[in-house]
């Protein structure tokens, strides 16, 4: 209670981009990121960065290569990494990534969150950024697997990484347009989201990633969609982590999800650490009185 509290006051004042990367274990999402942090570090930037660990997957924690890759970045000045282990799948991931993000927004311009592409944590993580990447490599077959999981409906960019493999690149670029079927989706749809093409390993493509994200977080910015996005994902992250917390017997206390998230959405102004603080501390009393 005592950290949720230090949390819902933290100074806004930065308001730093903040950057999803998702997708399949080897698609080069480390490589890319470190890529793009160097790059960034040009600009004399401020990067925050939260790898969340897949060590659920491994046979033990086998992410030195991980750690190494951005480590060259990380002892730089201005680059802060943070590493957090999945393998806590209910409740810890999604509370510590939210306020390892909210700190790291408090004072970065950048704040990256690198996640394995494997269903779950990409809600998660897309309710946290501004702007959630897909990290696609060559050839991939897996693609199918992600759209039958609806996984594909969630990221603002895509990026076909390892681009100087070859033409196979381009053929998957081009799937991955076919398969989202962008063509229809732009007759209704404001932001049409672009798949890029890349090299991480050679450098190449990261200035348009660069632009497309800030264009994305411009075009967020145009009619406060960024401000409800944010909401809306304060919202639910506080919601779940109260059922998480007090499970569905302690948020019918005071009415169910539905009524919670209500009342959340009303004080907009409260942080989510706040509002879990605030409407814990009254089903704990709700609780109690019973
Ligand atoms: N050829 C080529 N290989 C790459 C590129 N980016 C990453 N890789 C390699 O792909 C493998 C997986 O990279 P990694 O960044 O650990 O992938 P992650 O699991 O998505 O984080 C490593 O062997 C990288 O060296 C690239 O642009 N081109
Ligand atoms: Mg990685």
Known sequence: ???????????????????????????????????????????????????????SQRSG???????????????????FLRSMAARNRLGGLADATWAG????????DWVFIETVGVGQSEGEVARIVDS?????????????????????ELPDLFVVNKSDVGPSARRTRSELIAGLDLGTASANQEWVPPVLLASARDRAGLDELVDRLVSHRNHL???????????????????DSLLRRYGEFGLSRLGGFSQIERRLNENSDR???????????EIERALAGD
Do not use: C, H, W, Y
């Open 1 to 55: 209670m005592a950290l949720l509290d230090r949390l819902s006051r933290l100074p806004r004042s930065r308001n730093a981009r903040r950057v999803g990367i998702t997708g399949a274990p080897g698609a080069g999402k480390s490589t890319l990121l470190n890529a793009l942090i160097d790059a960034l570090r040009e600009q004399d930037q401020k990067i925050g960065v939260i790898a969340v660990d897949p060590s």
């Open 221 to 239: 910015e145009k009619g406060d969609q960024l401000g409800r996005r944010r909401q809306a994902g304060a919202v639910r992250f506080a919601t």
């Open 132 to 152: 959630l990447v897909f990290v696609a490599q060559p050839g991939a077959g897996d693609m199918l697997q992600f759209m039958k999981a609806g996984i594909l």
């Open 101 to 108: 993000a909210a700190v790291m927004a408090a004072v970065f």
């Open 61 to 79: 924690g086998a992410l030195l290569g991980d750690r190494m890759r951005l480590g060259t970045s990380a002892r730089e000045q201005g680059v």
């Open 271 to 281: 942080s989510p650490f706040r509002g879990v603080l605030e409407v814990g501390q």
